[in-house]
């Protein structure tokens, strides 16, 4: 097969959205490119720039790599080497999807030059095997707000775009938290008091998003599982939390695992991230603040 340079363009992402904790996700407009092209001879080429560029490996460690090396042995075909230039949007290690980002635009890439053998579905499933749990990539394929679930190892997702034109105000602290560390805060059990907790809110987000009701998602953001115990490896958490919502936001949250937080409104997107750096300060902790919107299309090739 001759060689060819594919060119796609991935989303990042925000999962867990307060009470959905490893179950619920939303495609933002802010990309990831990448272009790749596959070669026979075992010779290995990486580019970055943007973010991360200079904490990335760019040797056969990259993820990117390795995704596109798990394509290629599912379709057993074999490739040594490859040219991949990477243009990073999505901060890294702050909780808006960067491993899975980079997971879904390696195998949609790949997957693209070998003339496409694996459907989404496939795709789905090989870069949650990958990613180890659904949340992001399936938003970052699908697009949209998705609800995953995983059922005797396989996946699925449904994928929805709400009929509520929300703005996502994402603050983002100067500092990274790995997904690792934040994950090693949580207990192995939770009260059931907390687990309804939970059940209620992310079934109250959901409708709400799907009716287009804003007035039902001011409790619809709620966690108890895992932000009351993250909460310590973000200062201020919860003072920004209280800042977006005094600013108009209908509610705020964690990004994914942080320390990323996000806030959701219909309007004054700019008053509300300026309140949250604010409030981050407050605690001596330098911010920015990113004024998103949902993405509709998930990871696809851009054609010349």
């Known amino acids: 097969m001759p060689e060819k340079t594919i060119r796609v363009r991935v989303p990042g992402t925000t999962a867990n959205c307060g009470p959905g904790f490893d179950t619920i996700g939303i495609a933002c407009n802010i990309y990831n490119e990448l272009e ?3 070669r026979k001879e ?8 943007g973010e991360g560029a200079g904490n990335i490996p760019c040797d056969s460690r ?15 075909v074999e490739y040594k080497g490859a040219y991949i230039k990477m243009r990073n949007n999505v901060p890294l290690s702050r909780g808006l999807g960067s491993s899975a980002a980079a997971i879904v635009a390696g195998l949609k890439a790949a997957n693209v030059a070998l003339g496409n053998p694996f459907n989404r579905r496939e795709i789905f499933q090989m870069a949650t095997e990958l990613e180890g749990h659904p949340d992001n990539v399936a938003p970052a394929i699908f697009g949209g707000v998705t609800i995953s679930v995983v059922e005797n190892g396989q996946p699925e997702c449904l994928s929805f775009i709400p ?3 929300l703005q996502l105000i994402v603050a983002v602290p100067e500092f990274s938290l790995s997904t690792r560390s934040a994950r090693n805060v949580l207990p192995e059990m939770v009260p059931m008091k907390d687990a309804i907790f939970n059940i209620s809110r992310a079934s109250l987000l959901v409708a709400a998003l799907c009716r287009g009701d804003t007035r039902h998602l001011r409790h619809a953001f709620e966690d108890m599982i895992h932000q009351p115990y993250r909460a310590k490896l973000i200062p201020g958490m919860y003072d920004v939390f209280e800042a977006a919502k005094n600013a108009g936001a209908l509610g705020a949250c964690m990004s994914g695992a942080g320390p990323c937080l996000i806030a959701f409104a219909t309007e004054g997107g700019d008053a509300i991230g300026a309140s949250m750096v604010a409030a981050f300060d407050a605690n001596k902790v330098k911010a920015k603040y990113l004024l998103l919107t949902i993405d509709s299309r998930g990871v696809h090739i851009i054609k010349d």
């Open 36 to 38: 790749l092209t596959l």
């Open 42 to 49: 075992e010779k290995l080429i990486i580019e970055i720039s």
């Open 62 to 76: 990259n993820i990117v790599w390795r995704s596109i090396q798990h394509l290629l042995e599912k379709a057993n």
């Open 163 to 165: 009929k509520i034109p």
